[in-house]
């Protein structure tokens, strides 16, 4: 109460004093213009991006100021005369956007400052952004222009409101000009009375939507509507996990088979609790706050729950991912002292509930800063992190080692030691930027705040501080869990089983069994395939994901019927029959020479050689043509000519660079790996460089660590796409690489494409995805390139290049079919990265709906 007070004595006498500050007499000469334009067409939410232009005569006592230094307390003050209210000396926005500080211009009589300013409306809020105040309802939307009390006798020349293509529903004071969508006010004497503005508009409905979806009880709704999308993929893991147990690739079942399975069912309901306990930690917490009940978890303890909830998962993992007991040691005292905080938080100087009230309780920001409590939490928050990163990498390693390891058990000191020392490191550093992006955001939000001449800032600034760094556990186990490790932890499963049942194999398989083709069709919707289905606010992943897998089946089902290892040649014999992998060397032998016999034909056509023509096309036609699988008694030199459009080099390609379906897998994925580190360059620098994102990542939590994690994750979805290009090399239809990998590549847009079908519908933007669909066929036709070139790998030493090899593969009329492909991707690459170098990317720095009910939110 005593902060309330001091609070009223200080805007008591900067009521007073304001007028003296600003010198508002002054200020009379000062000409103004302002606009908003509101942007809804291709935007996710809508867009509101206002412009003030102030000119204040060099003669005005603060004009000098507005050319210092922004951390300095003369410019703030002649920035909030011009900006803000001066009677409030800590003015705060959080919904007000700004990618650089006002720009201030001198000339001969004036010092003129422009502030462009930007709002999305992605909540049912008022939103002050510039000199403009937006009330968002759940249909109507109302406009006002607040103008600066110093300059309310300054000459509003210009005011200008844009709809942006909707027409008001209602307007006041009249305006002087403009039409339905874009109405001015403009004054053409000093003297006027500056305008009123008021204007309501009518947004489109998926805009509205959006905006609606953020409020209670809406949010509830959307991990509601993303459940039935996290069952389905539990289904299709515990179904894997039933078929490879069901069909073992070897007889009896070895225990690598049946350890790879069990791991892939626990870890598909640990991933399938974790994004339980994600989706409702904060939604369902929030609508409890709103609705005032279980108000002993909700606003007491909250805090304290999502430490909990966070830990849990994290010791959860470690369970599961048993590392070795130097580790445990160091997870068990972490938690500890995470217990400790959240239990106990008075013992480290934290308010009872981890809430700072800076205005009712100033004595506990005094002691939570003298005690320096923050290091205290931010200790817990990096303990947490810990657990997680630990859990984690033993999860990780325990599946992947599963096809390993001969006995099932505790595998203590198999840890790998030097992690630990780093995961310390690496911990505190998560928690340090923590600090230091959430300070970044305050300043972002309170830069024209009075900073010197106050104590009541430094309190409000602590407060603030901690009550935005609390969230911490509940955005980490949103953003670890929910962006990365629920596809990690079941992606690595599933390959796991595949090891091992390829270990399993006596002969090992050439070509995948049914088994092992689901087992791939599942690690490529949970691993490969792209997340998508947001539309207006309401999200729909199980119509982007029942494309995909149509797709996907569709591909294989055609494959199993026209590609080339499973053509038929004779009723109950496929090629793969006939043609074994056990035969490479021959078919290696045949391809090659069959391409020599070719060489001398075209040779002999123009007439560069002599020779016997009819003996080219014999041998060649004997080339064409396989031995009897089953041939009857007395005629064992039976021959079956090859399929139309089928020769010895198809037949080589169609094996692959390695005998069996892994080992094309494994060199697949090495080549996707190498081939994709420009576009993972490419990718990141449009998702996380370009325009003002950069800048944002100053202010988000873990925006720099998301960039690295990112790009990383990037890598692994090529390289899983690679992976799966070379396990299905057999199945895929296509008689060269880079016709199986469009294949696949279809199978990657399927769900995409449905997404922008959606996107037309509600009129949102597309994003980047024209970049990612490109850069992904780019990476598996390069793949799939790489791959004939490695099947002939052999002949190497014999050509100058691989080029020049590839193309006596490819024969120059495909080669030419399939050069001008590739060059068609290069040229839609070149046209979509020009088309993105312009584009302004949409930035969101608000908390999400979950993480501001019941709490504070951030800024736009």
């Known amino acids: ?115 462009p300013v930007t709002t999305w409306i992605v909540s049912l809020q008022t939103r002050d952004f510039g000199p403009w105040r937006l009330t968002v309802g759940n249909r109507l939307w109302h406009l006002q222009l607040i103008r600066p009390p110093a300059l309310d006798g300054a000459w509003w020349q210009n005011v200008t409101v844009d709809l942006g293509g909707r027409a008001a529903r209602s307007v006041s004071s009249a305006p002087t000009t403009g039409d339905t969508t874009r109405l001015t006010w403009a004054t053409t004497q000093a003297a006027s009375k500056a305008p009123e503005v008021r204007v309501t508009l009518q947004p489109p409905a998926a805009k509205a939507s959006a905006a609606r979806w953020t409020t209670d009880p809406w949010y509830v709704f959307d991990p509601l509507a993303w459940l039935p999308f996290e069952g389905v993929l539990l289904v299709l893991l515990l179904v894997t996990a039933r078929t490879v147990r069901r069909e073992p690739a070897s007889a009896p079942i070895t225990e690598a088979e049946t350890r790879t399975a069990r791991n892939l069912l626990a870890m598909s309901w640990l991933a399938f609790t974790f994004t339980v306990v994600q989706y409702f930690d904060d939604a369902l917490l929030g609508h409890f706050a709103e609705q005032d009940t279980a108000l002993f978890w909700t606003d007491q303890h909250r805090i304290a729950v999502h430490l909990a909830l966070a830990l849990l998962t994290g010791l959860a993992l470690c369970i599961f991912g048993r590392p070795g007991w130097t580790a445990i040691a160091l997870v068990v005292a972490a938690a500890g002292y995470v217990t400790a905080v959240g239990t106990n938080p008075e013992w480290f100087a934290l308010p ?136 990690w932890g079941p992606a690595l499963a599933l390959l796991a089983v595949l090891r091992a049942r390829d270990r399993a194999a006596v002969p090992a398989a050439a070509l995948p069994s049914p088994a092992e083709l689901r087992t791939l069709k599942v690690f490529f919707v949970v691993c490969v395939a792209p997340v998508v289905g947001w539309y207006a606010g309401v999200p729909l992943p199980l119509l982007p994901l029942l494309a995909l897998w149509l797709t996907l089946t569709g591909t294989l089902t055609l494959g199993t019927r026209r590609a080339v290892l499973y053509r038929k040649l004779l009723p109950g014999h496929q090629l793969h029959d006939v043609a074994k992998a056990s035969d490479r060397r021959q078919l290696l032998r045949a391809a090659r020479r069959h391409r020599e016999l070719h060489a001398q034909l075209r040779r002999l056509e123009q007439g560069q050689q002599d020779g016997n023509r009819s003996q080219l096309e014999h041998e060649l036609d004997r080339l064409h043509r396989m031995p009897h699988p089953s041939p009857l008694p007395g005629l064992p030199n039976t021959w079956i000519r090859l399929p139309p459009s089928i020769g010895p080099v198809e037949l080589a390609l169609a094996w692959g660079p390695r005998t069996t379906w892994w080992g094309n897998a494994c060199r697949a994925g090495h080549f996707a790996a190498l081939i994709s580190v420009p576009a993972v360059g490419i990718m990141t620098w449009a998702n996380h460089v370009r325009g ?50 469009s294949w696949l590549a279809l199978a990657y847009a399927a769900p995409v494409l449905v997404q922008w079908t959606g996107n037309w519908v509600v009129d949102q933007p597309f994003g980047n995805w024209p970049l990612e669909l490109s850069l992904t066929l780019l990476v598996l036709t390069l793949t799939g390139v790489a791959m004939d070139i490695d099947t002939f790998r052999g002949e190497k030493h014999y050509w100058p290049t691989s080029a020049s090899m590839l193309m006596s593969v490819y024969q120059w009329r495909t080669a030419s079919v399939q050069m001008a492909f590739l060059i068609g991707q290069l040229v839609a690459l070149v046209t979509i990265w020009q088309q993105l170098k312009g584009n302004d990317p949409m930035i969101l720095i608000e908390r999400g709906p979950g993480e501001t009910a019941g709490g504070e939110g951030s800024g736009t």
């Open 1 to 115: 109460m005593f902060t309330t007070a001091l609070l009223c004595m200080v805007a008591g006498t900067n009521a007073q004093a304001s007028d003296d500050e600003c010198h508002t007499e002054q200020l009379k000469s000062a000409r103004v213009t302002a606009s908003v334009r509101f942007k809804h067409d291709g935007e996710d939410y809508s867009k509101a991006e206002g412009h003030l232009t102030v000119q204040v005569p060099k003669s005005w006592g603060r004009a000098a100021d507005l050319l210092l230094n922004g951390d300095t307390e003369r410019y703030r003050t002649a920035m909030r005369c011009l900006l803000r209210d001066p009677d409030d000396p800590f003015p705060y926005r959080d919904t007000e956007g700004r990618t650089e500080p006002p720009k201030v211009t001198v000339d001969t009589k004036w010092v003129t400052v422009d502030q």
């Open 692 to 741: 003002v994102r950069w800048a944002d990542k100053f202010l988000q939590r873990f925006g720099f660590v998301d960039t690295l994690t990112q790009a990383v994750s990037m890598e692994l979805i090529w390289v899983g796409a690679g992976f799966t290009l070379g396990a299905l090399w057999h199945v895929l239809p296509g008689q060269r690489g880079p016709a199986r990998a």
């Open 352 to 487: 009872p509930h981890l809430w700072l009230d800076w205005e009712n309780a100033p004595d506990g920001v005094h002691w939570f800063r003298e005690n320096r409590a923050m290091t205290a939490f931010a200790g817990a928050c990096a303990c947490v992190v810990f657990v997680w990163l630990v859990g984690a990498t033993a999860s990780l390693l325990r599946l992947w080692r599963s096809a390993d390891v001969p006995v099932p058990g505790w595998t203590q000191g198999r840890f790998p030691q030097p992690l630990l020392t780093a995961y310390v490191l690496i911990s505190a550093t998560f928690s340090a930027l923590s600090v230091w992006t959430a300070e970044n955001l305050w300043e972002h939000q309170s830069w024209l705040s009075t900073r010197n001449t106050f104590e009541v800032y430094g309190l409000w600034h602590v407060a603030s501080l901690f009550n935005e760094i609390r969230w911490f556990p509940s955005d980490w186990l949103d953003w670890f869990h929910g962006t990365y490790f629920w596809w």
